[in-house]
């Protein structure tokens, strides 16, 4: 597997804003789509985001949309969800893992520790 590492969470208000990354230090996501997922306490985690190698093709969960935006750098080392309108619902541990760019399931069963996103009422 490859090791990546989530960072960028941190407690806010909501309506705020917060960019999490996810990076692959030393080489790059090769030609495969990433994506972001999330898991809040007690229940089952769920798909956030998706970009496609290229960055041409991005898909997103619906409470998300109009809101998150992914993206990655020029290398393809590191992945962005920046995330604007920030909700109390959108508090969660956020993961990110390689996808299937049919289904957007995750391709990597060992996940990272992810970081954790706070909103407050």
């Known amino acids: 597997q490859v090791q990546l590492v989530e960072s960028g969470g941190e407690l806010v208000q909501a309506g705020g804003s917060l960019r999490l990354s996810c990076a692959a230090s030393g080489r790059t996501f090769g030609n495969y789509p990433m994506g972001w997922f999330r898991q809040a306490p007690g229940k089952e985690r769920e798909f956030v985001a998706a970009i496609s190698w290229n960055g041409i093709m991005t898909a997103y969960a619906d409470p998300v949309k109009g809101r998150f935006t992914i993206s990655r750098d020029s290398a393809y080392n590191t992945v962005y969800l920046q995330m604007n309108s920030l909700k109390p619902e959108d508090t969660a541990v956020y993961y990110c893992?390689?996808?299937?760019?049919?289904?957007?399931?995750?391709?990597?069963?060992?996940w990272g520790q992810g970081t954790q996103v706070t909103v407050s009422s």
């Open positions: 893992n390689f996808v299937y760019n049919i289904n957007y399931r995750p391709v990597q069963d060992s």
